[in-house]
């Protein structure tokens, strides 16, 4: 799992008043035409990953949960980028600063293994390798710095409607390794034969504009193009910012000339810390 530079802001604020005011806003691309597209089913109430996040941190800290919480989203969501997980880890470590809580972040990210998997990998602040259903994090050596374009369709897909259908080809496993090693000393090109994502034929069967988005990333010039998680976002990694926006030129402008399957076209670069980037990113009030 590698953080990108696509974010999503948490701001909190210690409130006068008990409980959890949640405030959701849009930015980016999601608050431009295809917000509608692109900003799918984010919940404002008590069942957004943020709001759970904050009181079950207050169960275990045994403090009143007070609270307000602004998050703007700019991640697509049903497209397997991990927007509701960060935002989850950002509002953890803003609340425990909000609250005195001085706990390590190996507590915190405990905390959030119990509101979704993909939660603790947002504080080991690097790429690393996710084990086990998610909780088991091991960070990996710093990566050659890449760029990418991540590509969303204009439809979402369930996580675990995805993992359902999904059989696993045993032969591609335990290859994490082998492609961490080589992003971070050869680049791109050797890491291409380490590149596999066992949930991409199930993507690609309930989805098919996933199929035909994976096609117009390869026509467009990207190489091995792949499902972002368990989509319905599709990514494709290229060695400069440049060539990344050559490529998301070219497949903008297939999505328009299909009627806007795809909406959300993104060019970004793969972060590292201390390259301008921090997850998770929080402020508090």
Same mark, same amino acid.
């Given at each position: 799992?590698?953080?990108? !530079?696509? @974010?999503?802001?948490?701001?909190?604020?210690?409130?006068?008043?008990?409980?959890?005011?949640?405030?959701?806003?849009?930015?980016?691309?999601?608050?431009?035409? @295809?917000?509608?597209?692109?900003?799918?089913?984010?919940?404002?109430?008590?069942?957004?990953?943020?709001?759970?996040?904050?009181?079950?941190?207050?169960?275990?800290?045994?403090?009143?949960?007070?609270?307000?919480?602004?998050?703007?989203?700019?991640?697509?969501?049903?497209?397997?980028?991990?927007?509701?997980?960060?935002?989850?880890?950002?509002?953890? &470590?803003?609340?425990? !600063?909000?609250?005195?809580?001085?706990?390590?972040?190996?507590?915190?990210?405990?905390?959030?293994?119990?509101? $979704?998997?993909?939660?603790?990998?947002?504080?080991?602040?690097?790429?690393?390798?996710?084990?086990?259903?998610?909780?088991?994090?091991?960070?990996?050596?710093?990566?050659?710095?890449?760029?990418?374009?991540?590509?969303?369709?204009?439809?979402?897909?369930?996580?675990?409607?995805?993992?359902?259908?999904?059989?696993?080809?045993?032969? @591609?496993?335990?290859?994490?390794?082998?492609?961490?090693?080589?992003?971070? $000393?050869?680049?791109?090109?050797?890491?291409?034969?380490?590149?596999?994502?066992?949930?991409?034929?199930?993507?690609?069967?309930l989805c098919p504009d996933v199929d035909r988005l994976l096609t117009a990333l390869a026509r467009a010039g990207?190489?091995?193009?792949?499902?972002?998680?368990?989509?319905?976002?599709?990514?494709?990694?290229?060695?400069?910012?440049?060539?990344?926006?050559?490529?998301?030129?070219?497949?903008?402008?297939?999505?328009?000339?299909?009627?806007?399957?795809?909406? $959300?076209?993104?060019?970004?670069?793969?972060?590292?810390?201390?390259?301008?980037?921090?997850?998770? &990113?929080?402020?508090?009030?």
């Amino acid at each position: 799992m590698v953080p990108v !530079t696509l @974010h999503d802001v948490v701001r909190v604020r210690p409130a006068a008043a008990p409980g959890i005011r949640l405030t959701v806003r849009f930015g980016g691309r999601l608050a431009g035409p @295809h917000a509608a597209a692109l900003a799918r089913d984010v919940p404002t109430d008590d069942t957004n990953l943020v709001v759970r996040a904050v009181r079950l941190l207050a169960a275990e800290a045994g403090v009143e949960p007070r609270l307000d919480i602004d998050l703007v989203k700019a991640i697509p969501s049903g497209a397997g980028l991990g927007g509701g997980s960060s935002d989850a880890a950002a509002v953890l &470590r803003a609340a425990a !600063t909000a609250w005195n809580i001085d706990w390590p972040a190996d507590r915190l990210a405990a905390i959030g293994a119990a509101i $979704g998997s993909d939660v603790p990998w947002f504080f080991a602040g690097g790429p690393a390798i996710a084990r086990g259903r998610g909780e088991q994090v091991e960070p990996v050596p710093a990566l050659r710095s890449l760029a990418a374009v991540i590509a969303c369709p204009a439809v979402g897909l369930s996580t675990a409607a995805v993992y359902g259908r999904c059989t696993p080809d045993a032969g @591609h496993r335990g290859m994490a390794w082998q492609l961490a090693e080589a992003l971070a $000393g050869g680049g791109l090109r050797p890491a291409l034969q380490f590149m596999d994502n066992a949930l991409e034929p199930p993507a690609r069967q309930l989805c098919p504009d996933v199929d035909r988005l994976l096609t117009a990333l390869a026509r467009a010039g990207a190489v091995a193009p792949r499902l972002t998680g368990s989509g319905s976002a599709c990514f494709a990694l290229t060695r400069t910012v440049a060539e990344a926006r050559s490529v998301a030129a070219r497949v903008a402008a297939a999505g328009v000339a299909s009627g806007g399957r795809w909406p $959300g076209v993104f060019v970004v670069r793969l972060a590292e810390p201390g390259r301008g980037v921090q997850l998770p &990113r929080a402020t508090g009030g």
